[in-house]
């Protein structure tokens, strides 16, 4: 099983600034088959990202995804008051598909 | 839109069978894979497994001796089955969309669209 570590676990800071979210992967992942997703108080997780770069629908461009071999980044470019959530990337290529522990970003 | 609503108890006896459905509307249920993921504050978000409209599945191995998974093409339905419940399977279950495609970029580089579309989530609990 692929065990995905997320870092930080919290991430606090103020709306406007750029947020980088971090995924390392025990071992190699294919890239094609990692996604993002944000999660609020009671609602279902939303994908954000898949494929490690690629924006799902309707999601703003703020938000990116990159690998540099097993580590995987999510960046915000400039939060909104909207994106201080939980996130979470998960790996779907091989399985079990498998889950971080999530990254909650919070308002400073 | 496709939306997914998950149905079914929301309290479960020790040592007894959960039963949850999925009904997926304003789409079809051909074409891609299903999936039931649950999430628990302990244990945060764990992927059961998934089936597809021709009853091909894949479970996850830690659960995998207690589950059961089927579909209805005619109902639009999915369904999960987990057998002796302990409380360590109370949690949030989720039935969730994946999509098998993806597409190809100029450089060659693949992007699989994966799981786009969840249900709204039935909180499970296991209690006598």
């Known amino acids: 099983e692929i065990v995905l570590t997320q870092s930080p676990g919290t991430l606090s800071l103020s709306p406007g600034e750029r947020a980088t979210l971090s995924c390392r992967t025990s071992?190699?992942?294919?890239?094609?088959?990692l996604a993002w997703f944000q999660q609020k108080p009671g609602q279902a997780p939303r994908l954000l990202i898949y494929?490690?770069?690629s924006r799902a629908t309707g999601i703003p461009d703020r938000f990116s995804g990159s690998v540099s071999g097993t580590d995987f980044t999510l960046t915000i470019s400039r939060l909104e008051p909207e994106d201080f959530a939980v996130y979470f990337c998960?790996?779907?290529?091989?399985?079990?598909?498998?889950f971080g522990q999530g990254t909650k970003m919070e308002i400073k | 839109q496709v939306q997914l609503q998950e149905s079914g108890p929301g309290l479960v006896k020790p040592s007894e069978t959960l039963s949850l459905t999925c009904t997926v509307s304003?789409?079809?249920?051909?074409?891609?894979?299903w999936n039931w993921i649950r999430q628990t504050p302990g244990n945060g978000l764990e992927w059961i497994g998934y089936?597809?409209?021709?009853?091909?599945?894949d479970y996850n191995p830690s659960l995998k001796s207690r589950l059961t998974m089927s579909v209805d093409t005619s109902k639009n339905q999915f369904s999960l089955r987990l057998s002796s419940v302990t409380a360590a399977d109370t949690a949030i279950y989720y039935c969730?969309?994946?999509?098998?495609?993806?597409?190809?970029?100029?450089?060659?580089?693949?992007?699989?669209?994966?799981?786009?579309?969840w249900g709204q989530g039935t909180t499970v609990a296991v209690s006598s």
């Open positions: 969730v969309r994946g999509d098998p495609r993806g597409y190809k970029d100029y450089w060659g580089n693949y992007f699989y669209y994966g799981m786009d579309v």
């Open positions: 998960q790996q779907y290529g091989s399985s079990p598909y498998t």
């Open positions: 494929g490690a770069s």
């Open positions: 089936i597809y409209n021709n009853g091909k599945t």
């Open positions: 304003g789409g079809s249920i051909t074409n891609y894979y």
């Open positions: 071992q190699s992942v294919d890239s094609s088959y």
